[in-house]
């Protein structure tokens, strides 16, 4: 009798593993919507610009892209300038090298509404009167 109740128990904790093993895939959160890994690029001129994002007007709309410290900036005198900065102990920002009116190159990536820019070129800076 012992036995045939312990034979009935394994039968039915084996037939239980394949739905506790279901239940459990269900439960695992959903991985969140990833970047897209295709680089995009686009140019025009900067129409606004802070520590945190561009405007660029291009030829077809006006984009904004997020800007972060992992936004490779390069412009003419650029390295100079953070050199600079590096010895005076301060961190640099966009607007240290990106102003109104110049022309840039965009790379960037789509994550999720947002355009982040990877890589911000200028091309042509502006002329600043004074």
Known sequence: MKRLIACVAGALLIGALPAMAGQAAQEKPKPEAKADTKTHTASGTVTA?????????????????????????????????????????TKTVLTDFVASGDTVTVKYHDMGTEKHAARVQVTHKANVKK
């Open 49 to 89: 610009v802070s520590g945190s994002s561009m405007t660029v007007k291009t030829s077809k709309e006006e984009m904004t892209f997020a800007v972060d410290e992992k936004t490779d900036v390069t412009v003419t005198g650029g390295t100079t300038k953070t050199q600079a900065a590096k010895a005076a102990g």
